[in-house]
Nanobody, 119 residues
Framework: QVQLVESGGGLVQAGGSLRLACAAS????????VKWYRQAPGKQREFVAG??????TDYADFVKGRFTISRENTKNTVLQMNSLKPEDTAVYYC??????????????WGQGTQVIVSS
């Protein structure tokens, strides 16, 4: 079993920064990739950024140059968000594909963390 816990959300003014963290725990052998998604009220969940176990990164166009995803260690991933805009307001979710110690591979989601950017 895998648990993902996001933290770091909150209220910030436009132009400010927040640092989101995703902490994984459980019977983990390897985390193949970690992705951040977000969902604003009334909108579909959308991809924000992702990072593989090899360190390759990918970003949605609307965050390129402002957000940076990185892995602090084998189980913790960070999303640094700078130059925040009101349209970045959403619940941010962490998603990971994990290989368990049983060699099974599972996809797990966190519970989400709220980000509110005021104008």
């Amino acid at each position: 079993q895998v648990q993902l816990v996001e933290s770091g959300g909150g209220l910030v003014q436009a132009g400010g920064s927040l640092r989101l963290a995703c902490a994984a725990s459980g019977s983990i052998s390897n985390i193949n990739f970690v992705k951040w998604y977000r969902q604003a009220p009334g909108k579909q969940r959308e991809f924000v950024a992702g990072i593989t176990s090899f360190g390759s990164t990918d970003y949605a166009d609307f965050v390129k140059g402002r957000f940076t995803i990185s892995r602090e260690n084998t189980k913790n991933t960070v999303l640094q968000m700078n130059s925040l805009k009101p349209e970045d307001t959403a619940v941010y979710y962490c998603n990971a594909e994990v290989r368990l110690t049983t060699r099974a591979t599972v996809s797990s989601w966190g519970q989400g963390t709220q980000v509110i950017v005021s104008s």
